[in-house]
């Protein structure tokens, strides 16, 4: 039986998981649901049915995990809690400064209801996440080191999106390269938010719209802007088409650690990712883990996870025998 799927949002994330969903062999895409005229959207999926978000709650007995798509400043905080009365539901909330009060919230919805919900998947918060539990236990005696980018964030955009006069936007992370080059050498160094990171947004303005006043609103954004040197360029619609139409992204976890009696023996663990499709690879995360909190919620296992609570076999589509014969 396939796990049946349902999409709350159809932007660059809810396509992104639609073609995840697709070269998933035990899934299969239901509906999608949207906040726009159903008849205006147009989905790839020809078996899947498109309908307007009033209409998700009248599909409890047709959707096995609904997978929401909406931006960490102001949709998922409302929606999660929301959908986790009726749904097991998986969500990329990606703001880190509040995720432990979204799990409060979202695991008092999830166990009253009886459901299984899955928060902040992705690659950060998400597959980064991991990287530093891992690199934390291996080397318990060591610093830490997250950079992203340079590529564009998503929750970052879709933040300056929200502003009031601002009709599109793209907003780009950097990685300071003295940083990271000090960080690989081995010279354990303390970095600032600052000293790590330059934020750089490209902006079309509404006709009309105070310049000055949206970059003084960007760049003082807290758990945004407000910590990083930020740039922001203001640009016609058509550049914007033109230069800052692909979304890519990637970045590193670095842990640098010492072992041995008298800790003179040294060790960097690095992982990175390139991603040409910040929304796709995210997507394809997403679905790994809607897997699991079907799984889980079969089990009877309810309440709110992270990716720090999933065992990794609860992610894959083959069974532990083979798993054990192909991969470990």
């Known amino acids: 039986m396939s796990i049946r799927i349902g999409i709350l949002g159809y932007g660059n994330l809810g396509r992104g998981v639609e073609c995840a969903v697709r070269q998933n062999p035990d899934m299969e895409l239901r509906a999608v649901f949207t906040r726009r005229e159903p008849k205006d959207v147009k989905i790839l999926t020809d078996t899947a049915k498109v309908c307007h978000v009033d209409e998700v709650k009248n599909w409890q007995k047709e959707i096995d995990v609904l997978i929401l798509c909406g931006g960490s400043a102001t949709d998922l905080p409302v929606q999660t809690p929301e959908y986790a009365k009726l749904f097991n539901v998986v969500d990329s909330f990606d703001t880190h400064a509040r995720i432990p009060e979204h799990f409060d919230a979202v695991d008092a ?53 929200r502003i009031k006069g601002v009709k599109d936007a793209k907003q780009y992370t950097i990685p300071v390269e003295s940083a990271l080059a000090s960080v690989r050498a081995g010279e354990n160094p303390d970095l600032s938010t600052r000293e790590k990171h330059t934020r750089e947004c490209f902006v079309v303005l509404e006709d009309g719209a105070d310049a000055a006043k949206i970059e003084e609103e960007i760049k003082t954004m807290p758990n945004y802007f407000a910590d990083y040197d930020t740039t922001v360029h203001f640009i016609s619609e058509e550049e914007m ?33 390139k991603l040409d499709s910040n929304p796709e690879f995210t997507s394809s995360v997403i679905a790994a883990y809607a897997r699991a909190a079907y799984r889980l919620s079969a089990e009877g296992d309810h309440g709110c996870k992270t990716v720090f609570d999933i065992a990794p076999a609860y992610l894959s589509a083959k069974s532990g025998e083979e798993l054990r014969a192909s991969m470990l």
């Open 109 to 161: 919805a999830a166990r009253e209801a009886g459901k299984t919900t899955i928060i902040s998947v992705g690659w950060d918060p998400g597959m980064f996440s991991l990287n530093r539990l891992y690199a934390n236990v291996i080397l318990p005696e060591g610093k830490d080191y997250t950079f992203w980018g340079r590529g564009v964030s998503q929750g970052h955009s879709d933040a300056v999106r």
């Open 241 to 273: 088409k033109q230069a800052h139409s692909r979304i890519p992204h990637g970045g590193f976890v670095l842990r640098s650690g010492v072992t041995g009696w008298e800790k003179e023996n040294h060790h960097l663990i690095e992982y990175s990712l």
